[in-house]
């Protein structure tokens, strides 16, 4: 039973590129969230999608940054126009639904660096 | 938004000795989770709590959720050098507020050999 999935795990990019971040959920799981993680700190919530629908994105940064979940196919997180304080580790995380003992299980994160 | 405060920050013991790291938020949560977070890697969920007074054990791990809904804490028995890596509480309050969790700064254990 593969777990959540995430590609590439390291990815470096020149300011002003674009960085596109993706996750495959765990078999069953149609919930996908995404959190960001700076060095010595804890994972901070960016946004929360189920399939085709944007349910929670207060975490995500109003510009530059989208992420999407289409129906068929993995989550992308998406950076346009990188700059060198997006340099950081990225998660994903998926659970099967919503509301109580829905744990959510992670990915083994992108870890993003902008030179 | 709500604030996680997670104790200690880091912590060296001897093998075989007993860890304590706790957590205390501004605000109430549903769940507590326990995860922990090896170099290079994801988090992986140690322990999850659903009831406030509610204790749980996994192996040499305990957590138990506040009375107040407000805290947790997690107990290691018996600490192996495995044990080394970094340890998040997170708080899920779900429901019409979504279902993101809030995480605390993190425990970096340290193990001497």
């Known amino acids: 039973n593969a777990g959540v999935m995430q590609n590439p795990r390291h990815l470096v990019r020149r300011r002003g590129q674009e960085a596109r971040l993706r996750c495959s959920p765990m078999?069953?799981?149609?919930?996908v969230y995404w959190y960001r993680q700076l060095p010595e700190e804890g994972l901070k919530f960016m946004v929360y999608l189920q399939k085709e629908n944007i349910i929670d994105e207060s975490g995500m940064p109003k510009e530059r940054f989208s992420a999407e979940f289409p129906k068929e196919g993995p989550s992308i997180l998406r950076i346009q126009q990188v700059v060198r304080g997006d340099s950081a580790a990225y998660f994903c995380?998926?659970?099967?639904?919503?509301?109580?003992?829905?744990?959510?299980?992670f990915g083994p994160g992108t870890r993003l660096t902008v030179l | 938004g709500q604030q996680l405060n997670q104790s200690p920050q880091s912590m060296f013991i001897q093998e075989g000795e007993d860890v304590s790291m706790n957590c205390t938020s501004s605000s109430i949560f549903n769940t507590w989770l326990w995860y922990k977070q090896d170099p290079g890697e994801g988090p992986v969920l140690l322990i999850a709590l659903y009831k406030a007074g509610e204790l749980t054990s996994n192996g040499r791990l305990t957590a138990q959720f506040g009375i107040t809904r407000k805290d947790s804490f997690l107990n290691i028995s018996a600490s192996i050098p495995s044990d080394v890596g970094i340890y998040f509480c997170?708080?899920?309050?779900?429901?019409?507020?979504?279902?993101?969790?809030?995480f605390g700064g993190g425990t970096r254990l340290m193990v001497k050999p």
């Open positions: 997170a708080g899920q309050l779900y429901g019409n507020a979504g279902n993101m969790l809030t």
């Open positions: 995380a998926s659970s099967p639904t919503s509301g109580s003992h829905n744990e959510q299980f």
């Open positions: 078999k069953g799981h149609s919930h």
